[in-house]
Protein backbone atom coordinates (compact mmCIF):
# COMPACT_ATOMS: atom_id res chain seq x y z
CA UNK A 1 0.00 0.00 0.00
CA UNK A 2 2.86 2.47 1.01
CA UNK A 3 4.47 1.29 -2.78
CA UNK A 4 1.32 2.41 -4.40
CA UNK A 5 1.04 5.87 -2.41
CA UNK A 6 4.87 6.64 -3.60
CA UNK A 7 3.81 5.83 -7.03
CA UNK A 8 0.91 8.00 -7.15
CA UNK A 9 3.08 10.69 -5.17
CA UNK A 10 5.71 10.99 -7.85
CA UNK A 11 3.09 10.78 -10.78
CA UNK A 12 1.80 13.96 -8.93
CA UNK A 13 5.09 15.29 -9.16
CA UNK A 14 5.72 14.75 -12.41
CA UNK A 15 2.46 16.23 -13.60
CA UNK A 16 2.91 19.59 -11.19
CA UNK A 17 6.86 19.62 -13.18
CA UNK A 18 6.15 19.48 -16.58
CA UNK A 19 3.02 21.28 -17.14
CA UNK A 20 4.06 24.75 -16.29
CA UNK A 21 7.07 24.05 -19.29
CA UNK A 22 4.23 22.86 -21.99
CA UNK A 23 2.84 26.69 -21.30
CA UNK A 24 5.62 28.53 -21.37
CA UNK A 25 5.96 31.51 -23.48
CA UNK A 26 9.29 32.62 -25.73
CA UNK A 27 10.81 35.29 -23.37
CA UNK A 28 12.13 38.85 -25.03
CA UNK A 29 15.67 39.97 -25.33
CA UNK A 30 15.57 41.55 -22.45
CA UNK A 31 14.38 39.36 -20.33
CA UNK A 32 16.51 36.53 -21.81
CA UNK A 33 19.91 38.63 -20.97
CA UNK A 34 18.84 39.23 -17.23
CA UNK A 35 17.29 36.05 -16.41
CA UNK A 36 18.93 33.49 -14.67
CA UNK A 37 19.29 31.08 -16.82
CA UNK A 38 22.05 33.05 -18.82
CA UNK A 39 24.36 30.86 -17.12
CA UNK A 40 26.50 27.85 -18.80
CA UNK A 41 27.40 26.05 -15.66
CA UNK A 42 26.67 22.01 -16.73
CA UNK A 43 27.02 21.60 -13.11
CA UNK A 44 29.58 18.51 -13.59
CA UNK A 45 32.94 19.81 -12.93
CA UNK A 46 35.39 20.77 -9.98
CA UNK A 47 35.33 24.62 -10.28
CA UNK A 48 35.28 26.66 -7.23
CA UNK A 49 37.00 27.45 -4.08
CA UNK A 50 39.01 24.48 -2.59
CA UNK A 51 37.02 23.14 0.79
CA UNK A 52 37.91 20.20 3.35
CA UNK A 53 34.95 18.81 5.71
CA UNK A 54 34.80 16.78 8.53
CA UNK A 55 31.89 15.25 10.62
CA UNK A 56 30.83 12.99 13.40
CA UNK A 57 27.26 11.40 13.11
CA UNK A 58 25.41 8.58 14.33
CA UNK A 59 24.18 5.81 12.44
CA UNK A 60 21.66 3.00 12.00
CA UNK A 61 22.12 -0.15 9.88
CA UNK A 62 19.56 -2.50 8.51
CA UNK A 63 19.03 -4.87 5.50
CA UNK A 64 14.75 -5.37 5.28
CA UNK A 65 13.72 -9.81 5.86
CA UNK A 66 17.25 -9.69 8.13
CA UNK A 67 16.14 -11.89 11.77
CA UNK A 68 19.08 -10.53 13.65
CA UNK A 69 19.39 -7.20 14.14
CA UNK A 70 22.55 -4.52 13.59
CA UNK A 71 24.34 -2.44 16.70
CA UNK A 72 23.74 0.86 15.62
CA UNK A 73 27.15 2.60 14.32
CA UNK A 74 28.68 5.76 15.00
CA UNK A 75 31.04 7.76 11.82
CA UNK A 76 33.81 9.57 11.36
CA UNK A 77 33.59 11.25 7.57
CA UNK A 78 36.46 13.60 6.02
CA UNK A 79 35.37 15.35 2.56
CA UNK A 80 38.18 17.20 -0.09
CA UNK A 81 36.29 19.22 -2.29
CA UNK A 82 34.96 22.34 -4.27
CA UNK A 83 32.31 24.38 -3.48
CA UNK A 84 31.05 27.60 -5.46
CA UNK A 85 27.78 30.16 -4.65
CA UNK A 86 26.68 32.38 -6.62
CA UNK A 87 23.88 35.13 -6.71
CA UNK A 88 20.89 35.29 -9.07
CA UNK A 89 20.47 38.11 -11.33
CA UNK A 90 16.81 38.60 -10.58
CA UNK A 91 17.84 38.48 -6.60
CA UNK A 92 20.97 38.63 -5.21
CA UNK A 93 20.06 37.53 -2.04
CA UNK A 94 19.41 34.50 -3.06
CA UNK A 95 22.49 32.16 -4.07
CA UNK A 96 22.84 28.87 -5.98
CA UNK A 97 24.98 26.29 -4.02
CA UNK A 98 27.19 23.75 -5.75
CA UNK A 99 29.44 20.96 -4.25
CA UNK A 100 31.57 18.51 -5.77
CA UNK A 101 33.68 16.34 -3.41
CA UNK A 102 35.36 12.78 -2.95
CA UNK A 103 34.87 11.12 0.44
CA UNK A 104 36.01 8.88 2.86
CA UNK A 105 34.17 7.48 5.82
CA UNK A 106 34.60 5.06 8.49
CA UNK A 107 31.13 3.67 10.65
CA UNK A 108 31.89 1.34 13.32
CA UNK A 109 29.69 0.00 16.42
CA UNK A 110 32.72 -0.02 18.66
CA UNK A 111 32.87 3.90 18.07
CA UNK A 112 28.60 4.21 19.68
CA UNK A 113 27.80 2.74 23.15
CA UNK A 114 28.28 -0.74 23.72
CA UNK A 115 26.02 -3.20 21.69
CA UNK A 116 23.61 -5.77 23.31
CA UNK A 117 24.76 -9.14 23.67
CA UNK A 118 22.32 -10.23 20.85
CA UNK A 119 23.24 -7.80 18.23
CA UNK A 120 25.79 -7.74 15.67
CA UNK A 121 28.62 -5.53 16.00
CA UNK A 122 29.77 -4.40 12.54
CA UNK A 123 33.15 -2.19 10.85
CA UNK A 124 32.68 -0.19 7.36
CA UNK A 125 35.36 1.99 5.35
CA UNK A 126 33.37 3.63 2.29
CA UNK A 127 35.02 5.94 -0.27
CA UNK A 128 32.83 7.82 -2.53
CA UNK A 129 32.09 10.77 -4.54
CA UNK A 130 28.91 13.11 -4.25
CA UNK A 131 27.88 16.51 -5.09
CA UNK A 132 25.10 18.93 -3.77
CA UNK A 133 23.09 21.85 -5.05
CA UNK A 134 20.52 23.68 -3.48
CA UNK A 135 19.91 27.39 -2.76
CA UNK A 136 20.15 29.88 0.08
CA UNK A 137 19.62 33.42 1.85
CA UNK A 138 22.78 35.35 1.52
CA UNK A 139 22.98 37.91 4.69
CA UNK A 140 26.47 39.90 4.57
CA UNK A 141 29.13 37.64 4.69
CA UNK A 142 27.09 34.97 5.69
CA UNK A 143 24.59 32.47 4.23
CA UNK A 144 22.25 30.11 5.29
CA UNK A 145 21.57 27.65 2.12
CA UNK A 146 19.39 24.30 1.93
CA UNK A 147 20.87 21.54 -0.46
CA UNK A 148 20.08 17.88 -1.87
CA UNK A 149 22.77 15.54 -2.52
CA UNK A 150 23.78 12.66 -4.13
CA UNK A 151 26.69 10.34 -4.88
CA UNK A 152 28.17 7.22 -5.65
CA UNK A 153 30.18 4.74 -2.88
CA UNK A 154 32.33 1.81 -2.33
CA UNK A 155 32.23 0.44 0.77
CA UNK A 156 33.26 -2.85 2.47
CA UNK A 157 31.70 -4.33 5.43
CA UNK A 158 32.81 -6.88 7.96
CA UNK A 159 30.72 -8.43 10.96
CA UNK A 160 32.82 -8.05 13.91
CA UNK A 161 34.71 -11.21 15.27
CA UNK A 162 32.91 -13.37 11.67
CA UNK A 163 29.90 -14.50 10.68
CA UNK A 164 31.06 -18.15 11.93
CA UNK A 165 31.18 -17.51 15.21
CA UNK A 166 28.42 -15.18 15.19
CA UNK A 167 26.10 -18.41 14.44
CA UNK A 168 27.66 -20.38 16.81
CA UNK A 169 27.15 -17.54 19.38
CA UNK A 170 23.32 -17.93 18.46
CA UNK A 171 23.17 -14.04 17.40
CA UNK A 172 23.06 -15.24 13.71
CA UNK A 173 21.45 -17.49 11.87
CA UNK A 174 22.57 -19.72 8.98
CA UNK A 175 19.80 -18.20 6.68
CA UNK A 176 21.25 -14.43 7.90
CA UNK A 177 24.35 -15.44 7.86
CA UNK A 178 23.87 -16.83 4.09
CA UNK A 179 22.51 -13.38 3.39
CA UNK A 180 25.10 -11.04 4.80
CA UNK A 181 28.49 -13.36 3.07
CA UNK A 182 26.85 -11.11 0.12
CA UNK A 183 28.43 -8.09 1.63
CA UNK A 184 30.94 -9.69 4.24
CA UNK A 185 34.34 -8.70 3.73
CA UNK A 186 33.73 -7.36 0.11
CA UNK A 187 33.56 -3.93 -1.21
CA UNK A 188 30.14 -3.06 -2.70
CA UNK A 189 29.04 -0.37 -4.76
CA UNK A 190 26.28 1.57 -3.89
CA UNK A 191 24.89 4.54 -4.09
CA UNK A 192 23.34 7.63 -1.79
CA UNK A 193 21.27 10.69 -1.05
CA UNK A 194 21.67 13.56 1.51
CA UNK A 195 19.39 16.15 2.83
CA UNK A 196 21.19 19.05 4.54
CA UNK A 197 21.44 22.71 5.84
CA UNK A 198 24.31 24.83 5.65
CA UNK A 199 25.49 27.45 7.96
CA UNK A 200 28.06 29.72 6.65
CA UNK A 201 29.08 31.63 9.45
CA UNK A 202 32.18 33.37 7.46
CA UNK A 203 33.12 32.88 4.15
CA UNK A 204 35.69 30.84 5.20
CA UNK A 205 34.13 28.64 7.91
CA UNK A 206 29.99 26.44 7.43
CA UNK A 207 28.39 24.44 9.68
CA UNK A 208 26.57 21.77 8.42
CA UNK A 209 23.45 19.23 9.62
CA UNK A 210 22.09 16.82 7.07
CA UNK A 211 20.45 13.37 6.75
CA UNK A 212 22.09 10.71 4.70
CA UNK A 213 20.89 7.02 3.35
CA UNK A 214 23.28 4.66 1.61
CA UNK A 215 22.27 1.95 -0.51
CA UNK A 216 24.82 -0.87 -0.54
CA UNK A 217 24.37 -3.64 -3.83
CA UNK A 218 24.99 -7.09 -3.11
CA UNK A 219 26.24 -6.86 -6.57
CA UNK A 220 25.92 -4.50 -9.74
CA UNK A 221 23.50 -5.28 -12.33
CA UNK A 222 24.46 -2.34 -14.55
CA UNK A 223 21.78 -2.02 -17.38
CA UNK A 224 18.83 -2.56 -14.72
CA UNK A 225 20.69 -0.05 -11.90
CA UNK A 226 20.84 2.47 -15.01
CA UNK A 227 17.45 1.89 -16.00
CA UNK A 228 16.35 3.01 -12.20
CA UNK A 229 18.66 5.74 -11.89
CA UNK A 230 17.52 6.82 -15.59
CA UNK A 231 14.06 7.09 -14.04
CA UNK A 232 14.79 8.85 -11.05
CA UNK A 233 17.14 10.99 -13.08
CA UNK A 234 14.67 12.39 -15.08
CA UNK A 235 12.23 12.78 -12.16
CA UNK A 236 14.42 15.21 -10.74
CA UNK A 237 15.31 17.06 -14.30
CA UNK A 238 11.08 17.11 -14.33
CA UNK A 239 11.21 18.84 -10.85
CA UNK A 240 14.17 21.72 -11.32
CA UNK A 241 11.54 22.85 -14.34
CA UNK A 242 8.90 23.50 -11.57
CA UNK A 243 11.73 25.22 -9.21
CA UNK A 244 12.85 27.50 -11.98
CA UNK A 245 9.35 28.98 -12.22
CA UNK A 246 9.05 29.35 -8.19
CA UNK A 247 12.63 31.06 -8.64
CA UNK A 248 11.40 33.36 -11.41
CA UNK A 249 7.86 34.37 -9.78
CA UNK A 250 8.74 34.02 -6.04
CA UNK A 251 12.61 33.70 -5.53
CA UNK A 252 12.25 34.02 -2.03
CA UNK A 253 10.41 30.84 -1.80
CA UNK A 254 12.63 28.85 -3.78
CA UNK A 255 15.02 27.65 -1.41
CA UNK A 256 12.36 25.79 0.89
CA UNK A 257 10.72 24.24 -2.25
CA UNK A 258 13.51 23.12 -3.54
CA UNK A 259 14.85 21.48 -0.26
CA UNK A 260 11.30 19.82 0.66
CA UNK A 261 10.29 18.61 -2.99
CA UNK A 262 13.97 17.94 -3.81
CA UNK A 263 14.56 16.02 -1.26
CA UNK A 264 11.16 14.15 -0.61
CA UNK A 265 11.62 12.56 -4.00
CA UNK A 266 14.91 11.36 -3.33
CA UNK A 267 13.34 9.59 -0.01
CA UNK A 268 10.61 8.25 -1.86
CA UNK A 269 12.81 6.56 -4.17
CA UNK A 270 15.17 5.23 -1.52
CA UNK A 271 12.02 3.85 0.26
CA UNK A 272 11.41 1.91 -3.06
CA UNK A 273 14.41 0.83 -3.01
CA UNK A 274 14.36 -1.36 0.11
CA UNK A 275 13.09 -4.25 -1.21
CA UNK A 276 14.21 -4.04 -4.68
CA UNK A 277 17.44 -2.42 -5.15
CA UNK A 278 16.58 -1.26 -8.69
CA UNK A 279 13.20 -0.49 -8.23
CA UNK A 280 10.69 -0.98 -10.61
CA UNK A 281 13.01 -3.88 -11.70
CA UNK A 282 12.73 -6.84 -9.63
CA UNK A 283 15.94 -7.24 -7.96
CA UNK A 284 17.60 -8.07 -4.96
CA UNK A 285 17.49 -6.34 -1.22
CA UNK A 286 19.96 -4.04 -0.62
CA UNK A 287 21.79 -3.04 2.80
CA UNK A 288 20.63 0.29 3.93
CA UNK A 289 22.69 2.93 6.39
CA UNK A 290 21.06 5.45 7.63
CA UNK A 291 22.77 8.15 9.35
CA UNK A 292 22.38 11.93 11.12
CA UNK A 293 25.73 14.14 10.70
CA UNK A 294 26.88 17.27 11.88
CA UNK A 295 30.24 19.09 10.32
CA UNK A 296 32.68 21.75 9.89
CA UNK A 297 33.88 22.89 6.33
CA UNK A 298 37.03 24.80 5.92
CA UNK A 299 36.99 27.13 2.45
CA UNK A 300 39.99 28.04 1.22
Not at 125 to 142: A, L, N, P, Q, T
Not at 264 to 288: C, D, H, I, Q
Amino acid sequence: MFNKKLQILFILTLMLAILPGMSKAQDDDDDFFNDKKFDFDLGFDFHGKPTISAFYGVGKTSLKGLGSKFANPNLAELRLGYASEKGLFKSESIVKYKYRYSSLTQLSSKMGKTPAVNELSTEMWKIGFGWDEGFGYRMGKSALIFYNGNGVTWSRNEVVDGLTAQVNLGNLSVDDAKTLSMFDGNFRFGTKTEAGIKLQIIPALILTGNFERNVVFPRLLFWKASASYLIEAASHAALGEFIDKVLDSSPGAAPIISFLLKNGLSYGFYELRKEKMNWPVNTAVPLFNDSFKIGMTFVF
